[in-house]
T-cell receptor
């Protein structure tokens, strides 16, 4: 398997624009996580899915953020409208069964100017 | 809820010297514990994990960690640092039955020639 695939790797956008980050998890994994990494706050869990169903979105910072998982092989994280404080590296990770490790993608570095 | 504490954001070690990164956890249920490594502009890669089997866990690149329940610790060690060990290291915890990981703030390791 190619691992967790995220796109794009880098995104630069203007404040107020909509941003969509994409993730393809490892085939067969039933958990999918979205994390955000910043210097100030470290790695934060935004939301996670189990079998395509959102389980906990308490980490989503505000209503401007939304995430979907329409099928087992694809998820999106959308920010609308984007703000400069959303600038961060966003990681997608997937995991299989219970209590195992998460496998991370390469991340999307988002810059909002 | 689970959490981990990593002290000392930056750790400098001489090439050939012992690497020791400390991690203490808090968990209301038996934990699963992980160490991940992140190289610049990369995702997180699993170094090793503890999942209630042997308390001394060996990982990749010569790293190992020991689970000590009495001390609620899971410190990471490597006997002899190599220049290629320069990276950021994260300790993480989850509960059995839940792949959700809670990460520490990370340790940026600098290896001095």
């Amino acid at each position: 398997d190619a691992g967790v695939i995220q796109s794009p790797r880098h995104e630069v956008t203007e404040m107020g624009q909509e941003v969509t980050l994409r993730c393809k998890p490892i085939s067969g994994h039933d958990y999918l996580f979205w994390y955000r990494q910043t210097m100030m706050r470290g790695l934060e869990l935004l939301i996670y899915f189990n079998n395509n169903v959102p389980i906990d979105d308490s980490g989503m910072p505000e209503d401007r953020f939304s995430a979907k998982m329409p099928n087992a092989s694809f998820s999106t994280l959308k920010i609308q409208p984007s703000e400069p404080r959303d600038s961060a590296v966003y990681f997608c990770a997937s995991g299989a069964t219970q209590g195992t490790e998460a496998f991370f993608g390469q991340g999307t570095r988002l810059t909002v100017v | 809820a689970q959490s981990v504490t990593q002290l000392g954001s930056h750790v400098s070690v001489s090439e050939g010297a012992l690497v020791l990164l400390r991690c203490n956890y808090s968990s209301s249920v038996p934990p699963y514990l992980f160490w991940y490594v992140q190289y610049p502009n990369q995702g997180l890669q699993l170094l090793l994990k503890y999942t209630s089997a042997a308390t001394l866990v060996k990982g990749i690149n010569g790293f190992e960690a020991e689970f000590k329940k009495s001390e609620t610790s899971f410190h990471l060690t490597k006997p002899s640092a190599h220049m290629s060990d320069a990276a950021e290291y994260f300790c993480a915890v989850s509960a059995y039955g839940n792949n959700r990981l809670a990460f520490g703030k990370g340790n940026q390791v600098v290896v001095i020639p």
